[in-house]
């Protein structure tokens, strides 16, 4: 079958013809109907040696949507042809986390060679693809295409904002920065479920656009966004600021920006850093959360909320076969939303 792979580190992926897989004690097979393109992706693809901890080569694509065409030994369901969504992240199956459906925050995270489906193991940018039973979400009628980057960019921002959501309430802030596949789904989030004044901070026009359309009331240029918050705030500062990019510029202006007793929620590996000292620069009572991913009952929440009409990813869709270019597209900052491979037997004209 076809696959798109990362064959060595700093290196770009390469498409090749690999053998179809067979699911082993616990997992099913799933024909893929859909996987996503992530800035993750190309963080894989752009690591030195030595940083990750995964083996290549390996197959990417975090984001799966599939058909389930086969059960492996010890497997009741589900029923095949049953369509799903995976929840991405894959624990050790047996610490305290794991067994609540928190892979993502699995107490033996650091003896493992993989954080997750595509992240070193072989994940959906293939024609089938082989996943742990327990990390199955039902699509519930959703197309598989325009749902497959809830499992990510959905579920990273659902669970990025869900312990703050309450505070959001009437006469509050929040702020998003960077607006592109995962942030415009958290300015979404914050519309629907909180009362909060929502500005999106992004670079690019299609960006700011993006924002406006998901509901913000604002969206801001980079350049002097802090300032202009502030102003906006009469100096009170945002209760939230969630940093999709994770820049050091970003990270010094959300400062500046998050309230007192407020929260700075990074979500963006980008190359900035945190000086967390008491007293000094930082405002009192700040909090502050690295989040990873989330876990399969609040993808099942997101799956919640799309059902309902409150999420709906921006998307365009192109043949896995197309996969190398549209890696360099993500790269340029050329999407605006969410990118998705459809693998070539599937792949509609685009």
């Not at 009192?284 to 690295?290: K, M």
């Amino acid at each position: 079958m076809l696959a798109l792979r990362a064959v060595g580190w700093a290196q770009p992926p390469v498409l090749q013809d690999v053998p179809e897989p067979r699911p082993g004690e616990g997992e099913v097979l799933l024909e893929v109907l859909a996987a996503g393109v992530c800035q993750s992706d190309l963080h894989v693809l752009d690591a030195p040696e030595g940083v990750l901890p995964y083996v290549l080569p390996c197959t990417l694509g975090h984001e799966v949507a599939g058909r389930v065409v086969a059960l492996g030994p010890g497997v009741a369901g589900p029923d095949l042809g049953a369509e799903v969504l995976v929840h991405g992240p894959v624990g050790c199956g047996g610490c305290p986390a794991c067994a609540v459906g928190e892979d993502n925050h699995c107490r033996r995270r650091a003896e493992l060679r993989s954080a997750g489906i595509g992240l070193g193991r072989d994940g959906g940018m293939a024609e089938l693809v082989v996943v742990p039973a327990r990390a199955l979400v039902g699509l519930r009628g959703l197309d598989p295409v325009a749902a497959v980057g809830l499992t990510d960019a959905g579920l990273t921002s659902y669970a990025a904002l869900e312990a703050t959501l309450p505070e959001l309430r009437e006469g509050t802030t929040a702020v998003v920065v960077g607006v592109g596949g995962l942030g415009h789904l958290a300015v979404q989030v914050l519309r629907a479920l909180t009362d909060a004044q929502v500005i999106a901070v992004d670079s690019r026009v299609a960006g700011r656009e993006l924002a406006t359309a998901s509901g913000a009331h604002a969206a801001l240029e980079p350049d002097g966004w802090a300032e202009q918050v502030q102003e906006r705030m009469a100096g009170a500062g945002a209760e939230l600021v969630l940093d999709v990019v994770g820049s050091q510029s970003t990270l010094d202006s959300a400062l500046r920006v998050v309230a007192t007793g407020g929260q700075l929620t990074v979500v963006g590996s980008g190359d900035g850093a945190l000086a967390l000292t008491k007293g000094q620069q930082l405002v009192q009572g700040l909090r502050v959360a690295l989040p990873f991913w989330g876990s399969r009952r609040q993808l099942e929440r997101v799956v919640e909320l799309a059902v309902a009409g409150v999420l709906h990813v921006d998307h365009e869709f192109h043949p896995l076969s197309d996969g190398p270019a549209v890696l360099e597209r993500l790269r340029r900052g050329e999407v605006s939303g969410r990118a998705v491979l459809v693998p070539d037997r599937e792949a509609p004209a685009c």
